[in-house]
Nanobody
Framework: QLQLVESGGGLVQAGGSLRLSCTASGFALDYYAVGWFRQAPGKEREGVSCISGSGMITDNGVTTHYADSVKGRFTSSRDNAKNTVYLQMNSLKPEDTAFYYC???????????????????????WGEGTLVTVLE
């Protein structure tokens, strides 16, 4: 079965850390660009971080993008042996509370454009999300 599954969400105090995992089944995730998106209640979906696929050439040569709201606090990384992309989230704030989704796309123009694609148009796979709640 071809799918992406997110895990690692939970409840954490402000200032704490969580690591989210996005694991693929049925296909090799390292060939895909992977984006992390989040949606808080009553708010639009936001692209948090997007990372290009291994060896992927983007139009502007940039391989990783982070939203300004998470820059310096969140880091995306890959473990190709585990077919997984991680989102390490440090210095969490209450405003980081949201459902977090990962999505994979085989061909992208830029990681910035992928992160701007809040509707997942053209995405090949996406997961059902994991909830992150940050307490004050």
């Amino acid at each position: 079965q071809l799918q992406l599954v997110e895990s690692g969400g939970g409840l954490v105090q402000a200032g704490g850390s969580l690591r989210l995992s996005c694991t693929a089944s049925g296909f090799a995730l390292d060939y895909y660009a992977v984006g992390w998106f989040r949606q808080a209640p009553g708010k639009e979906r936001e692209g948090v971080s997007c990372i290009s696929g291994s060896g992927m050439i983007t139009d502007n040569g940039v391989t990783t993008h982070y939203a300004d709201s998470v820059k310096g606090r969140f880091t995306s990384s890959r473990d190709n042996a585990k077919n997984t992309v991680y989102l390490q989230m440090n210095s969490l704030k209450p405003e980081d509370t949201a459902f977090y989704y990962c999505a994979a796309q085989r061909w992208i123009s830029t990681v910035q454009d992928m992160c701007a694609n809040h509707g997942f148009y053209g995405m090949d796979y996406w997961g059902e999300g994991t909830l992150v709640t940050v307490l004050e």
